[in-house]
């Protein structure tokens, strides 16, 4: 349910739903070590459509708006972090070459992830 605040406000458009807040523990402390540790996570409540935005509803909403996805806008260097430097294919990428696209988890040797 929406905190107090949150229910005395209507929703902030017609055919959305309340998306309760919670915790949950994620990561593992298995195979692979990008995953680690186990740690708990706190997710507030949300407003949700109830039905997927068609791409015909989105060109509305930007006709009507002017908004410009991250992807559109123009970079701030000030907050933007500079992108990653260009690696080699790893044996994850050529395993995923070779079995037409899955990804195998090169620590526990399993698909399609760990």
Same mark, same amino acid.
């Given at each position: 349910m929406p905190?107090?605040?949150?229910?005395?406000?209507?929703?902030?458009?017609r055919g959305?739903?309340?998306?309760?807040?919670?915790?949950?523990?994620?990561?593992?402390?298995?195979?692979?070590? !990008?995953? *680690?540790?186990?740690?708990?996570?706190?997710?507030d409540g949300f407003w949700m459509d109830e039905h997927p935005v068609t791409a015909a509803a989105f060109r509305r909403f930007v006709k009507a708006?002017?908004?410009?996805?991250?992807? !559109?806008? *123009?970079?701030?260097r000030r907050t933007t972090p500079a992108p990653p430097r260009a690696r080699r294919a790893g044996p994850v990428d050529e395993a995923a070459a070779?079995?037409?696209?899955?990804?195998?988890c090169r620590c526990c040797h399993r698909a399609p992830v760990c």
């Open positions: 905190t107090t605040a949150q229910r005395a406000l209507p929703a902030p458009a959305m739903t309340w998306i309760p807040g919670g915790s949950a523990l994620i990561g593992s402390n298995g195979c692979c070590p !990008e995953e *680690r540790p186990v740690h708990p996570v706190v997710v708006t002017g908004y410009l996805t991250v992807a !559109e806008r *123009r970079l701030d070779v079995t037409g696209g899955t990804p195998w």
